[in-house]
């Protein structure tokens, strides 16, 4: 068993052995505190500890200072930089794009008897830094006495007050948590950590796409993206270094390095994060509300885009099509039997081999392929195209691609971290540090989008070619940072040929809300696989993004991966959670048309239409999601983060503003549910219920979800039934008003 249960190993890496040519250096009091351009810039001197799991002072070295920068932003955002070596504070990064409300405030230092506090020039306190020696009863000399800490207090917006976790320890020499520590190895700066106090009930959500339960206190998370390889795993392929506090506040870690955060878990009074960068830059985001926090973070990473209605469709898909004839059949039935349809996605099976991208049509399987595009079109059908960021070793632009460097050159073999389906060996991975490269891959996307396409599928991202040399950055950074730059080559391209900017991205870090829309990867078509699902995308939720799809009804089965079969139960009920997303895609690795479903095919087009009968006020909703810090779907705590109860709901959700949808995910069609403060309306039935309960045992036919309504809310609907959203004009759409006389949506 590797852990160990303390702090210098399990959190801090240190290895067991303790090998001498590492070095941990930790944070004492300040030396002193000055003003520079509005900032406040803070001496800390830095100790040496002895090699040893009981810390204590190396004093044969002498002390290293470096500058904590406090800068405050707006009303309620500060920033705290430790930079240490070469690292300098920027606001020059991908990750970034301040907006119009992001302005810097100026700070002034009030020195006191043994400390300093911070204000704005409105007279609030940001800041108090503490120099004063503790209060003594000394009775023993038993133990030694505690080092130096650095111990300060920052109050983003006033009130809320976040203090560096400076006492953090058993014994002054057994530490669980400290303040502010950077290390050395080989003679190199490469680790440092900042951590925070945090309370006993303190809960926490966000950090990506987290497949587990709404609270992740408890939890410790490497923040380092890879193929989630389903969705029911500690692994995630999206992973945002930020995290939403019950004490109203969240903290974006601006960083792309590989790192670790612990949320109250190694140690339970402290929020810790680890980066593999010799470098802090933390900006703490406090509100009043989760959508304020959210909007804050949104103001520093940047809003998202807002997708075309069409996308708001439903998209039909499978891994794979392989012809223009089966597609044309596939689509000619859809129209005939009136299942209404805005998008056909081609995967894997497009190219000259399967899986063998190389952004250009079978000729024999695809032998027109922009009539075939254009003939879709005509019928109402839009294209959206698989590839991925790598280049195979038998593609057609491999030499290319190797002789001017867009793939990123391999000083040797490595062995595959991805659930690649095929057994095609990757060359490399398209180097997006390099601008040559992207004009070269977009260029590829843009014959594509030139024939019709609308929609580029960019899969993986999330794993790159670490034994590679990037021109821009090492692998190591690149990593994380990938999945940013890799969307937004094709969105931008995209929105150039076609005017709409969307992709459909697996991979995310922060910044990629700006190129929506992402989906939640290779869930399994199982119960579980739906809960799993749904807490990836409630937490994505939380973490800044406002567009989130999933595989209906889940990619994969089981026990066999490509060849089970899907259960009715499962397709019916995943079908109902994809008309309450904000996007809809049917997509798996077998048959996912509704008529090889015939039990429950009626029911299901009859769910297509709901559907579209909802796109107004789906449409609506996202409007609003892109100039606010809202989600389309959203945990409970969005609108309710004083109920502790929601801080541990991860099965149910708001859509938008105005509904309350409690997914099935059991064949046995009964489940709990919680109604938070208000007055409800069942969607369907039209009965009426107070919150603030839980109504137990709730039987739902398999045609109906607990699906509720605010009472009195004004929901826009499309009055008629359509095809695809080129027969709508949202100017017909008509209200539904829930209020005495509402007796259900199909009655």
Same mark, same amino acid.
């Given at each position: 068993?590797?852990?160990?249960?303390?702090?210098?190993?399990?959190?801090?890496?240190?290895?067991?052995?303790?090998?001498?040519?590492?070095?941990?250096?930790?944070?004492?009091?300040?030396?002193?505190?000055?003003?520079?351009?509005?900032?406040? %810039?803070?001496?800390?001197?830095?100790?040496?500890?002895?090699?040893?799991?009981?810390?204590?002072?190396?004093?044969?070295?002498? /002390?290293?200072?470096?500058?904590?920068?406090?800068?405050?932003?707006?009303?309620?955002?500060?920033?705290?930089?430790?930079?240490?070596?070469?690292?300098?504070? &920027?606001?020059?990064?991908?990750?970034?794009?301040?907006?119009? /409300?992001?302005?810097?405030?100026?700070?002034?230092?009030?020195?006191?008897?043994?400390?300093?506090?911070?204000?704005?020039?409105?007279?609030?306190?940001?800041?108090?830094?503490?120099?004063?020696?503790?209060?003594?009863?000394?009775?023993?000399?038993?133990?030694?006495?505690?080092?130096?800490?650095?111990?300060?207090?920052?109050?983003?917006?006033?009130?809320?007050?976040?203090?560096?976790?400076?006492?953090?320890?058993?014994?002054?020499?057994?530490?669980?948590?400290?303040?502010?520590? %950077?290390?050395?190895?080989?003679?190199?700066?490469?680790?440092?950590?900042?951590?925070?106090?945090?309370?006993?009930?303190?809960?926490?959500?966000?950090?990506?796409?987290?497949?587990?339960?709404?609270?992740?206190?408890?939890? &410790?998370?490497?923040?380092?993206?890879?193929?989630?390889?389903?969705?029911?795993? /500690?692994?995630?392929?999206?992973?945002?270094?930020?995290?939403?506090?019950?004490?109203?506040?969240?903290?974006?870690?601006?960083?792309?390095?590989?790192?670790?955060?612990?949320?109250?878990?190694?140690?339970?009074?402290?929020?810790?994060?680890?980066?593999?960068?010799?470098?802090?830059?933390?900006?703490?985001?406090?509100?009043? &509300?989760?959508?304020?926090?959210?909007?804050?973070?949104?103001?520093?990473?940047?809003?998202?885009?807002?997708?075309?209605?069409?996308?708001?469709?439903?998209?039909?898909?499978?891994?794979?099509?392989?012809?223009?004839?089966?597609?044309?059949?596939?689509?000619?039935?859809?129209?005939?039997?009136?299942?209404?349809?805005?998008?056909?996605?081609?995967?894997?099976?497009?190219?000259? &081999?399967?899986?063998?991208?190389?952004?250009?049509?079978?000729?024999?399987?695809?032998?027109?392929?922009?009539?075939?595009?254009?003939?879709?079109?005509?019928?109402?059908?839009?294209?959206?195209?698989?590839?991925?960021?790598?280049?195979?070793?038998?593609?057609?632009?491999?030499?290319?691609?190797?002789?001017?460097?867009?793939?990123?050159?391999?000083?040797?073999?490595?062995?595959?971290?991805?659930?690649?389906?095929?057994?095609?060996?990757?060359?490399?991975?398209?180097?997006?540090?390099?601008?040559?490269?992207?004009?070269?891959?977009?260029?590829?996307?843009?014959?594509?989008?030139?024939?019709?396409?609308?929609?580029?599928?960019?899969?993986?991202?999330?794993?790159?070619?670490?034994?590679?040399?990037?021109?821009?950055?090492?692998?190591?950074?690149?990593?994380?940072?990938?999945?940013?730059?890799?969307?937004?080559?094709?969105?931008?391209?995209?929105?150039?040929?076609?005017?709409?900017?969307?992709?459909?991205?697996?991979?995310?870090?922060?910044?990629?809300?700006?190129?929506?829309?992402?989906?939640?990867?290779?869930?399994?078509?199982?119960?579980?696989?739906?809960?799993?699902?749904?807490?990836?995308?409630?937490?994505?939720?939380?973490?800044?993004?406002?567009?989130?799809?999933?595989?209906?009804?889940?990619?994969?089965?089981?026990?066999?991966?490509?060849?089970?079969?899907?259960?009715?139960?499962?397709?019916?009920?995943?079908?109902?959670?994809?008309?309450?997303?904000?996007?809809?895609?049917?997509?798996?690795?077998?048959?996912?048309?509704?008529?090889?479903?015939?039990?429950?095919?009626?029911?299901?087009?009859?769910?297509?239409?709901?559907?579209?009968?909802?796109?107004?006020?789906?449409?609506?909703?996202?409007?609003?999601?892109?100039?606010?810090?809202?989600?389309?779907?959203?945990?409970?705590?969005?609108?309710?983060?004083?109920?502790?109860?929601?801080?541990?709901?991860?099965?149910?959700?708001?859509?938008?503003?105005?509904?309350?949808?409690?997914?099935?995910?059991?064949?046995?069609?009964?489940?709990?549910? %919680?109604?938070?403060?208000?007055?409800?309306?069942?969607?369907?039935?039209?009965?009426?219920?107070?919150?603030?309960?839980?109504?137990?045992?709730?039987?739902?036919?398999?045609?109906?979800?607990?699906?509720?309504?605010?009472?009195?809310?004004?929901?826009?609907?499309?009055?008629?039934?359509?095809?695809?959203?080129?027969?709508?004009?949202?100017?017909?759409?008509?209200?539904?008003?829930?209020?005495?006389?509402?007796?259900?949506?199909?009655?």
């Amino acid at each position: 068993m590797r852990p160990t249960n303390y702090h210098l190993f399990d959190f801090m890496d240190f290895d067991l052995e303790l090998s001498k040519n590492e070095s941990l250096w930790k944070a004492c009091k300040p030396t002193a505190v000055y003003e520079k351009d509005g900032d406040v %810039y803070i001496t800390v001197p830095f100790q040496k500890q002895v090699l040893s799991n009981d810390m204590a002072a190396d004093t044969s070295v002498p /002390r290293e200072e470096y500058t904590l920068i406090l800068r405050q932003y707006s009303n309620k955002i500060i920033r705290l930089f430790c930079g240490f070596g070469d690292w300098e504070m &920027t606001d020059q990064s991908e990750m970034l794009q301040f907006s119009e /409300r992001v302005q810097k405030l100026p700070l002034q230092v009030k020195a006191g008897d043994g400390e300093w506090t911070i204000y704005s020039a409105d007279g609030v306190r940001r800041a108090w830094i503490n120099v004063k020696e503790p209060k003594l009863d000394h009775w023993s000399d038993l133990l030694p006495a505690p080092q130096e800490t650095l111990d300060v207090v920052v109050y983003p917006d006033g009130k809320r007050e976040i203090h560096l976790a400076a006492y953090d320890h058993f014994s002054p020499p057994r530490y669980d948590g400290l303040p502010l520590v %950077y290390c050395v190895k080989d003679g190199h700066k490469e680790r440092a950590t900042l951590s925070f106090e945090c309370k006993a009930d303190e809960c926490f959500a966000g950090t990506g796409e987290r497949f587990t339960k709404m609270d992740l206190s408890g939890h &410790t998370f490497f923040l380092k993206n890879q193929d989630g390889q389903g969705v029911n795993n /500690r692994r995630t392929y999206k992973n945002i270094p930020f995290y939403l506090s019950s004490r109203m506040y969240g903290t974006f870690y601006h960083t792309c390095a590989h790192s670790k955060l612990s949320l109250a878990h190694v140690s339970t009074r402290s929020v810790e994060f680890l980066s593999d960068q010799a470098m802090i830059d933390a900006f703490i985001i406090a509100g009043d &509300t989760v959508e304020e926090i959210l909007r804050g973070y949104r103001d520093l990473t940047g809003y998202p885009s807002m997708p075309p209605l069409w996308s708001f469709g439903i998209w039909m898909s499978r891994m794979t099509y392989f012809s223009a004839d089966e597609v044309d059949e596939i689509c000619n039935r859809l129209r005939a039997e009136h299942y209404p349809c805005d998008v056909i996605h081609l995967d894997t099976g497009w190219f000259r &081999t399967d899986w063998l991208c190389e952004w250009k049509f079978n000729e024999k399987r695809f032998p027109d392929p922009k009539g075939f595009i254009h003939g879709l079109k005509d019928k109402g059908f839009r294209v959206s195209l698989w590839q991925l960021p790598y280049v195979a070793e038998d593609a057609e632009q491999i030499d290319e691609a190797r002789k001017n460097d867009y793939i990123a050159p391999l000083t040797k073999q490595q062995a595959s971290e991805g659930s690649n389906f095929s057994a095609l060996d990757y060359a490399g991975t398209i180097d997006f540090t390099y601008p040559k490269a992207t004009e070269w891959y977009k260029g590829l996307l843009k014959n594509l989008l030139d024939m019709g396409v609308v929609c580029i599928k960019t899969d993986f991202g999330e794993n790159i070619h670490m034994d590679a040399k990037y021109k821009g950055m090492s692998p190591e950074l690149l990593n994380n940072l990938y999945a940013l730059l890799y969307q937004k080559a094709a969105y931008e391209v995209t929105k150039e040929v076609t005017g709409d900017g969307i992709v459909w991205a697996r991979a995310a870090w922060a910044g990629c809300q700006r190129y929506p829309l992402h989906w939640g990867g290779d869930s399994c078509s199982s119960w579980d696989g739906m809960a799993g699902s749904l807490k990836g995308g409630l937490h994505f939720g939380l973490s800044g993004f406002a567009f989130w799809s999933h595989d209906v009804p889940g990619f994969h089965t089981l026990p066999n991966f490509m060849n089970s079969i899907v259960d009715d139960k499962v397709y019916m009920r995943w079908t109902q959670f994809g008309v309450f997303s904000s996007h809809m895609r049917y997509h798996g690795t077998n048959k996912r048309e509704p008529w090889f479903y015939p039990a429950i095919a009626p029911m299901v087009k009859k769910w297509w239409k709901l559907r579209y009968k909802l796109l107004p006020y789906i449409y609506e909703q996202s409007k609003k999601a892109t100039h606010s810090g809202y989600a389309v779907l959203r945990a409970l705590i969005f609108e309710h983060p004083a109920d502790k109860m929601c801080w541990h709901i991860d099965d149910e959700y708001y859509f938008g503003d105005d509904f309350l949808v409690a997914p099935v995910m059991n064949s046995e069609d009964c489940r709990d549910v %919680y109604l938070p403060e208000g007055e409800w309306v069942n969607f369907f039935t039209g009965e009426h219920f107070r919150g603030g309960q839980w109504l137990n045992g709730v039987k739902v036919p398999l045609d109906e979800m607990p699906v509720y309504v605010r009472e009195g809310a004004v929901i826009p609907v499309y009055p008629e039934d359509v095809d695809c959203t080129d027969e709508m004009d949202l100017d017909k759409s008509v209200a539904l008003k829930i209020d005495e006389h509402f007796r259900g949506i199909w009655k």
